[in-house]
């Protein structure tokens, strides 16, 4: 693999990674052979519960009092300087 993948490695470097692959294919194997019949896939060990509270409606600020704290509004909405380099 060391050489197709043109990587240069000394002997040494390779036995031991040789070993290491090995040690990896066989877990593989392991894994791959215990029995897991009637055992339906999953994504997560555990159950995902959501954290978010529900969403519910409820009163929000009046947009006049909030534009009023605004250093700049115009037509109902708030005023921002040009972000592209364009005059007003």
Do not use: W
Not at 22 to 30: D, G, I, R, Y
Not at 50 to 64: C, F, I, K, T, Y
């Amino acid at each position: 693999m060391a050489r197709l993948a043109r990587i240069a490695l000394s002997p040494e470097e390779l036995d031991r990674y040789a070993q290491q692959l090995a040690a990896v294919l066989e877990h593989a194997a392991q894994v791959a052979a215990a029995p897991t019949a009637g055992v339906p896939p999953t994504a997560h060990p555990f159950a995902l519960v959501n954290v978010l509270r529900d969403d519910e409606p409820r009163p929000s600020l009046d947009p006049a009092v909030v534009l009023a704290e605004a250093p700049a509004a115009e037509d109902g909405r708030f005023k921002v300087p040009p972000i592209l380099g364009e005059a007003p």
